[in-house]
């Protein structure tokens, strides 16, 4: 998966943007459900497309680790919560999956009326 499909991916889902808060070589994916919310990020590339961070639950995110050389604990991130991901050394509807799971993580965790400006429901569960 290259940058522009993987940018594709994370645009499309409701109520993300990019912004580039570290400089142009940093895409930032956040989330805001209403206008005025406070936007949270679920998602960090690397121009070059082929790294991305992205959130996971911690034992997912364990799991997957282990099963997986190109998937390693999040660079710059917290270890925990974060996980950093080789692109095109997985399948790209894993790579897809994984974001999904990502901005799910992070919507559940916006207040309820974000969530319902969204129009959301649990993407990862369907």
Not at 68 to 79: C, D, R
Not at 85 to 93: F, G, S, Y
């Amino acid at each position: 998966m290259d940058f522009a499909a993987l940018r594709r991916l994370l645009l499309a889902l409701p109520g993300a943007f990019e912004d580039q808060p570290f400089g142009p070589d940093t895409h930032v994916y956040k989330v805001r459900g209403r206008s005025a919310g406070r936007a949270k990020m679920f998602a960090l590339v690397w121009t070059d497309g082929t790294t991305a961070n992205l959130k996971a639950d911690p034992a997912l995110g364990e799991q997957l680790r282990a099963a997986h050389e190109a998937i390693t604990p999040g660079y710059h991130m917290n270890k925990r919560h974060w996980v950093t991901v080789d692109c095109p050394a997985l399948p790209a509807d894993m790579v897809g999956d994984l974001i999904e799971d990502s901005y799910d993580l992070v919507v559940a965790s916006l207040p309820a009326a974000d969530r319902e400006a969204l129009g959301w429901r649990w993407l990862a569960g369907d």
